[in-house]
């Protein structure tokens, strides 16, 4: 029986003989070791004492708590969805009964806040406050609402300048703004004269410099020309290649990589020396011409990164690295392990379509523009703006506004006719016993009637007769 373990556990609060009685079997490494049914098989109703002692009915009774605090929390969260619920089906009854409308969103947000703010007793004047508001915000029947949405881009796109600037906070990265932006936007080009992407980062790599890097080093295109110098032996019928030790780890490239590459260029031979790499041509191919295509195969041979990524810049944008590149591919850097999927953006609308649907490419086509002409210090609403990406997205494939698209698909021949390729489009119409029911702006414009639009939606006659009748009342 060790008296250093009966004195141990006497400090923690066993009685004398019951330290006795576990000192002549154990000593206190090894009853830390036994576990809680041993004890429970071994000591009987002594147990719960001995357990005590070791600190495991504490950690038991401080996880029990953890348990009931988290059950509670858990109540709690219930109870207040249940608590939103309750509001939102209030206000639903309200407009009801007002037989007025809100949409989902603004009702969501009333609710939240008369939740938060403990708003209840006011919930009445608050929804009837929102609906003047909403309603007030209404566009009038019959407005025209296309012909102002096309002037109010159209007169502020007059004073746009027509040349590419720096994109702000990167200056080795030049972007098309201006006129030639907007024109890209609207048209719906493929692709973009300047693309590029702003990647933001998750995680580690987010504040971690040496991280950043190395997703930037994932992304950027290496090609062997960058890393290593490439010398053509002509005497000796070889190309030499010597790798730049410095660049090379910097962009995180190793010899094997460098080998790995150099497997793709097809019918040569390729040997390593001591600080460089020789490739030859197979035999019976030895001849200058052969030289030449392997030589300008191997100094644009791509070592690692991602296609159409040209370059890839870091910056610290508050407490986190962002990448921006120099070109653009959407689908692979969103693969990157590392690479925040929900921030991460480019200005490359085709691909937000591609990879995340028409309603990304829909809200692509808002920032974008609603940026270009915010950039150029242009006041335009952005409902105008969502009008035009609303009409390009609506068939859930982007359509152009010119004659490939939007313009070209009208309904009326005459508008169409208006557009461009005149002849043609009243051909066409002609051949095809088309008839243009005068519905539109244009059309109306071209045959010299009133539009059915605004005040020429509504027609009033007046009895001239009646009227002089009538006294004038002083």
Do not use: W
């Amino acid at each position: 029986m060790s008296k250093t373990t009966v004195n141990a556990l006497i400090k923690r609060g066993l009685g004398k003989k019951l330290a006795e009685k576990v000192a002549e079997k154990y000593t206190l490494a090894a009853l830390e070791k036994l576990s809680d049914a041993k004890i429970k098989k071994e000591f009987g109703k002594d147990a719960e004492k001995i357990l005590k002692a070791l600190g495991r009915e504490v950690k038991k009774e401080k996880k029990r708590e953890e348990r009931k605090e988290k059950k509670e929390k858990v109540k709690k969260e219930k109870k207040k969805i249940e608590g939103i619920d309750a509001i939102k089906e209030e206000i639903h009854r309200i407009v009801k009964k007002k037989n007025e409308y809100l949409p989902h969103a603004v009702i969501e947000e009333i609710a939240e806040k008369v939740e938060r703010e403990n708003l209840t007793d006011k919930l009445e004047t608050i929804v009837e406050r929102a609906i003047e508001e909403y309603n007030s915000h209404l566009m009038d029947p019959y407005e025209a609402c296309g012909m102002v949405a096309a002037q109010s881009i159209g007169e502020p796109g007059t004073q746009m300048t027509m040349r590419t600037f720096h994109y702000a906070g990167v200056a080795e990265i030049n972007v098309t703004l201006g006129l030639p932006r907007l024109i890209e936007i609207v048209d719906a080009r493929k692709d973009p004269s300047t693309p590029m992407m702003t990647v933001y980062l998750e995680g580690v790599y987010r504040i971690n410099k040496e991280k950043a890097k190395e997703i930037a080093n994932k992304i950027e295109v290496t090609r062997l020309i960058n890393i290593a110098e490439v010398e053509t032996d002509i005497s000796n019928m070889k190309v030499v290649v010597k790798p730049n030790v410095k660049s090379m780890q910097r962009k995180d490239i190793t010899m094997d990589d460098l080998l790995e590459a150099l497997k793709k260029v097809s019918k040569v031979q390729i040997k390593e020396r001591k600080n460089e790499i020789e490739i030859t041509p197979q035999e019976g191919n030895e001849n200058y011409r052969e030289l030449r295509r392997i030589s300008e195969e191997v100094k644009n041979i791509k070592i690692k990164g991602i296609d159409g990524i040209k370059r890839a810049i870091i910056r610290k944008e508050g407490d986190e690295y962002v990448i921006y590149t120099e070109g653009s591919n959407f689908e692979k850097v969103l693969e990157i392990e590392g690479v925040d999927k929900t921030r991460t953006i480019t200005n490359d609308i085709h691909a937000i379509y591609h990879v995340l649907g028409i309603e990304a490419a829909r809200n692509a086509i808002i920032n974008e523009a609603y940026s270009t002409l915010q950039e150029q210090g242009l006041n335009v609403d952005i409902r105008h703006i969502m009008l035009v990406a609303d009409l390009m997205t609506a068939t859930g494939v982007i359509r152009p506004i010119g004659r490939q698209g939007v313009s070209g698909e009208k309904g009326s021949v005459i508008a169409r006719a208006a557009f461009e390729i005149t002849v043609d489009h009243l051909l066409g119409a002609a051949r095809r016993g088309e008839v243009d029911e005068l519905k539109g702006v244009a059309e109306n414009v071209i045959v010299g009637q009133p539009i059915k639009l605004g005040t020429g939606s509504v027609e009033l006659a007046i009895d001239v007769k009646k009227l002089s009748k009538m006294k004038v009342k002083k």
